[in-house]
């Protein structure tokens, strides 16, 4: 085998010998920005699979998020009052379908513990037992900031081993909350138990003029049941047409006006839209209900 040959089979033959020089000084990626084109030169090369390579990008965005960037905010939290009955707070149970709720006091900025849903099970079905208080079970609320990096509260929720936390401002009044789903959705996607089922997923009507709306409604589905006319030549979800007419990755709690809809982001990751919330014009209903 000759040293003369700049091609020789141990691997490098598809570099000149300046490229493998220069390989030599550069072997560890330097940033993030490196590992990110090091994944989807892998993923260009099929080394790695597509749902692989959106996972270890999802890793990579994991390490850049603060607590306040993947939280629900303080407006969608499912909580309940340390004061109601049983009777009070079931529905909201069997409604929001959670293993976890804050319980607070008087209001939201006062969380009194965490609900394990499981711990009230077979007092709260049982009409015999009636001596007992929702104080009785809870656990303590773990409290952050909402500069938290994301990443040490997934250690820490694994180590520690809680499932949710409480995000507060600089005042220390309740911004949102934040679970180990909401984190490991950011890696893997969106993750679905038994209780997402085909349906609520679609078209969910909250109230007269509002509705909770799967981004990914099918556009024709979403033009028959709100009497639009988005064109399916553009996209084939009414996320993707919400998408385009932002022009960027939105928010959660962004919001656009097309025609006589409003449509207000209630759940997105950095990839990709999840929900939204549609509203329509207070004309419109009067006008529907008029017609009925």
């Not at 490196?34 to 260009?44: G, H, K, M, N, T």
């Not at 804050?102 to 037992?129: M, T, W």
């Not at 047409?241 to 990755?249: K, S």
């Amino acid at each position: 085998m000759s040293d003369d040959n700049p091609h020789s089979s141990r691997g490098s033959a598809g570099k000149t010998w300046l490229e493998r020089i220069a390989s030599i000084f550069s072997a560890e990626p330097q940033d993030i920005s490196d590992l990110e084109d090091i994944i989807s030169e892998a993923a260009s090369r099929e080394l790695i699979d597509s749902d692989t390579k959106s996972m270890l990008q999802g890793v990579l965005d994991v390490s850049k998020m603060r607590a306040r960037d993947i939280m629900v905010p303080r407006s969608q939290m499912a909580t309940i009052d340390i004061e109601q009955p049983v009777s009070a707070f079931l529905p909201i149970l069997l409604e929001n379908n959670h293993s976890r709720y804050p319980v607070v006091n008087e209001d939201k900025d006062h969380v009194e513990g965490i609900l394990l849903v499981k711990d009230l099970l077979q007092y709260a079905l049982d009409p015999n037992q009636t001596d007992w208080h929702i104080g009785e079970f809870l656990r303590p609320a773990v409290i952050i900031p909402e500069s938290k990096r994301v990443d040490a509260l997934l250690k820490e929720f694994r180590q520690k081993r809680y499932h949710m936390a409480i995000v507060v401002d600089e005042y220390g009044g309740v911004s949102g909350l934040v679970t180990i789903e909401d984190i490991l959705e950011q890696i893997v996607g969106e993750i679905e138990d038994e209780h997402d089922d085909e349906e609520d997923n679609d078209i969910k009507k909250m109230a007269s003029r509002v509705f909770q709306v799967s981004a990914l409604t099918p556009l024709d589905e979403f033009n028959e049941s709100f009497g639009t006319g988005f064109d399916e030549e553009d996209a084939d979800t009414i996320g993707g047409i919400v998408l385009h007419a932002f022009g960027h990755m939105p928010e959660r709690g962004e919001s656009i006006q097309l025609g006589d809809l409003t449509f207000k982001v209630s759940k997105a990751n950095s990839r990709r839209l999840l929900q939204l919330q549609v509203i329509k014009a207070k004309q419109n209903v009067a006008a529907e209900d008029n017609g009925s």
